[in-house]
């Protein structure tokens, strides 16, 4: 991982400058969103098992984190968890016992 010291660049005269690329950041949060909204691509996902409101929220909680609002992006990301935990739970439910024994093989 890089240091928070590689976002300071110094240039020809000994000149520094900081790296803030919050407008490239949040542009491409908008993106996805966008395209996370898009019928298409939630059909799509649908399809594979994947919940775009999820994906949705595990992005809100990835920005709030890039943002430094950690306590909002932990309590974004708990919650992501804990419904993809509670999905597998019930898809594993469904399934039922695999090997006779009432357990998985």
Do not use: C
């Not at 059909?43 to 929220?57: C, D, H, P, Y």
Request: without cysteine; aromatic residues 4%; glycine residues 10%.
């Amino acid at each position: 991982m890089a240091s928070s010291d590689d976002d300071d660049r110094t240039i020809g005269s000994g000149t520094t400058f900081a790296v803030d690329p919050t407008r490239e950041i949040a542009s491409v949060f908008d993106d996805l969103e966008d395209l996370l909204k898009n019928g298409d691509v939630i059909e799509s996902l649908s399809q594979r098992g994947v919940n775009a409101s999820i994906a949705l929220t595990a992005i809100e909680g990835l920005r709030a984190y890039l943002e430094g609002k950690k306590a909002e992006a932990a309590e974004d990301f708990a919650m992501v968890a804990e419904e993809i935990r509670g999905r597998l739970e019930l898809a594993r439910a469904a399934e039922g016992p695999k090997n006779g024994h009432g357990g998985h093989s």
